[in-house]
């Protein structure tokens, strides 16, 4: 569980990204959730954009990738989500106490 200052450090960093995963018309499903897995892997953290044409919320969305990921949301606005997953073998974000 992450602190409030933690994800404001998270989204600090997560500003300056660009999204690397983008859900569409085929909503959420397990090559998305695959592709979000190795994202957090290579990179702690990952910024994904939901499209118009999805068919669910972005609230659903949200907790269906962070329970299937085994990540913390950091930030839900909008149409942009913000997944963060520790790397145990190779961590790249040092967060604040």
Not at 5 to 25: D, E, H, M, S
């Amino acid at each position: 569980m992450l602190t409030k200052a933690q994800k404001q450090y998270l989204k600090g960093l997560a500003n300056t990204l660009k999204p690397l995963v983008q859900i569409g018309k085929g909503g959420l499903n397990s090559n998305i959730i695959t592709s979000v897995d190795e994202v957090l892997e290579a990179h702690e953290l990952c910024k994904i954009n939901i499209l118009n044409t999805c068919p669910q919320e972005t609230e659903e969305i949200a907790l269906d990738l962070s329970s299937a990921t085994g990540s913390d949301i950091v930030s839900q606005l909008g149409r942009k989500i913000v997944l963060y997953r520790r790397n145990l073998k190779k961590s790249t974000i040092t967060l604040p106490r």
